[in-house]
């Protein structure tokens, strides 16, 4: 009896399983099995999400009495990467979308929401990446929207919006018509003045949700308001938005490391020739993963240098995992060309994680105008 007594004592004392180690474990688990199947767009993970979202991984950057921190959500979402870059996408999608309703001032939205999206019982995603170019000058806002009773008349057209589904929800922004102004929104995807379209093959990424949508004078009603006027919303939420994505990168870049330590052992003794090293990817790994970590504990700080530290953090992100899969061909060598071989996936992820709003070139314009 004493013995059985510490040995559930034992138990006790150990120390919870992590978020991001939970979910390090559903991705080993159930998403790898999936992974390329979510790469060539047969599959769209809507259950490991859901399991994703029950041990937590949605929701631990909600604010907490004002402050939020970030640190989790991108440790988990680097783990997700690890495995598959396209489902670390969609968690980005997901976790933006907890973000949004998180920081609204709107209270039945963030009571009906908030909940609903940090657990993942309700998948959905952003359609900030035309309102983010417009805000900088590369696009007009391509929705517009009038007031009426009780909320507001919207029109226009998205290219690409991901993690989506006919029951989904998405964030994003048009312009009124009937007076200056920007109002920021949730698209209910069950509406039916919504249409949703698939989009053509990607170079990767096919399993993510990803549709043009159609606004065909939509009722958006008050309840689905995040924020009126948006632009100020936009500067609260703005460093969490890209703060979040360096999760994708910093899971391609440890897998991409993964990949050329696998090979080590037949071929180290020719890519040892190579210039880039995994220990080289490990130390810029490191550098990437404790500033992240630094930025993400204070996402509402006003700063104009903390803004432009988030955005050169992101640029570094992006061009470091396009390094680090391009290192990782090099040494897989032909079998890394195969298409069943994961390094050619990474080559092809690693270049979205470059591209996906803000990319590369918007980023680096960013950094000049401010």
């Known amino acids: 009896m004493g013995s059985l007594a510490l040995s559930r004592t034992d138990i006790l004392d150990?120390?919870?399983?992590?978020?991001?180690?939970?979910?390090?474990?559903?991705?080993?688990?159930?998403?790898?099995?999936?992974?390329?199947?979510?790469?060539?767009?047969?599959?769209?993970?809507?259950?490991?999400?859901?399991?994703?979202?029950?041990?937590?991984?949605?929701?631990?950057?909600?604010?907490?009495?004002?402050?939020?921190?970030?640190?989790?959500?991108?440790?988990?979402?680097?783990?997700?990467?690890?495995?598959?870059?396209?489902?670390?996408?969609?968690?980005?999608?997901?976790?933006?979308?907890?973000?949004?309703?998180?920081?609204?001032?709107?209270?039945?939205?963030?009571?009906?929401?908030?909940?609903?999206?940090?657990?993942?019982?309700?998948?959905?995603?952003?359609?900030?990446?035309?309102?983010?170019?417009?805000?900088?000058?590369?696009?007009?806002?391509?929705?517009?929207?009038?007031?009426?009773?009780?909320g507001y008349i919207v029109r226009g057209a998205l290219p690409w919006v991901s993690n989506l589904g006919p029951d989904h929800y998405f964030g994003t922004i048009f312009e009124r018509e009937d007076e200056p102004g920007l109002v920021m929104f949730l698209a209910d995807c069950s509406d039916p003045a919504i249409t949703l379209t698939p989009c053509k093959p990607f170079?990767?990424?096919?399993?993510?949700?990803?549709?043009?949508?159609?606004?065909?004078?939509?009722?958006?009603?008050?309840?689905?308001?995040?924020?009126?006027?948006?632009g100020p919303f936009v500067k609260k939420i703005r460093a969490g938005f890209i703060l979040l994505q360096a999760g994708m990168a910093l899971g391609v870049i440890r897998d991409c490391i993964n990949?050329?330590?696998?090979?080590?052992?037949?071929?180290?003794?020719?890519?040892?020739?190579?210039?880039?090293?995994?220990?080289?990817?490990?130390?810029?790994?490191?550098?990437?993963?404790?500033?992240?970590?630094?930025?993400a504990r204070d996402p509402y700080n006003e700063e104009e240098t903390y803004w432009r530290k988030v955005i050169a953090l992101r640029l570094r992100a992006g061009e470091a995992s396009v390094a680090a899969a391009h290192a990782a061909m090099l040494h897989c060598g032909a079998r890394g060309y195969l298409k069943g071989h994961r390094a050619q996936r990474r080559l092809r992820e690693a270049y979205f994680v470059a591209i996906v709003t803000p990319a590369t070139k918007q980023l680096r314009k960013m950094l000049a105008d401010s």
């Open 259 to 295: 990949i050329m330590d696998e090979v080590d052992n037949p071929l180290g003794h020719i890519n040892r020739y190579l210039p880039q090293q995994p220990v080289h990817f490990r130390d810029l790994a490191a550098e990437l993963e404790a500033e992240t970590m630094a930025l």
């Open 14 to 150: 150990q120390p919870a399983p992590s978020i991001a180690g939970e979910v390090a474990r559903i991705a080993r688990e159930q998403l790898a099995p999936l992974a390329a199947g979510i790469d060539d767009g047969t599959v769209y993970p809507a259950e490991v999400l859901r399991a994703f979202g029950e041990v937590g991984a949605w929701g631990s950057h909600m604010p907490q009495e004002g402050p939020a921190d970030l640190r989790c959500a991108i440790q988990a979402m680097a783990a997700i990467g690890e495995v598959c870059g396209a489902t670390a996408f969609m968690a980005w999608c997901q976790n933006t979308l907890v973000w949004y309703a998180a920081n609204s001032t709107n209270m039945k939205l963030a009571k009906r929401f908030g909940d609903a999206f940090s657990t993942g019982r309700v998948l959905g995603g952003t359609g900030l990446s035309n309102p983010m170019k417009s805000f900088f000058g590369i696009e007009k806002l391509k929705l517009k929207g009038r007031k009426v009773e009780g």
């Open 203 to 230: 170079l990767a990424m096919d399993g993510t949700g990803t549709y043009g949508v159609q606004f065909r004078d939509v009722f958006v009603p008050d309840e689905l308001i995040l924020a009126d006027p948006a």
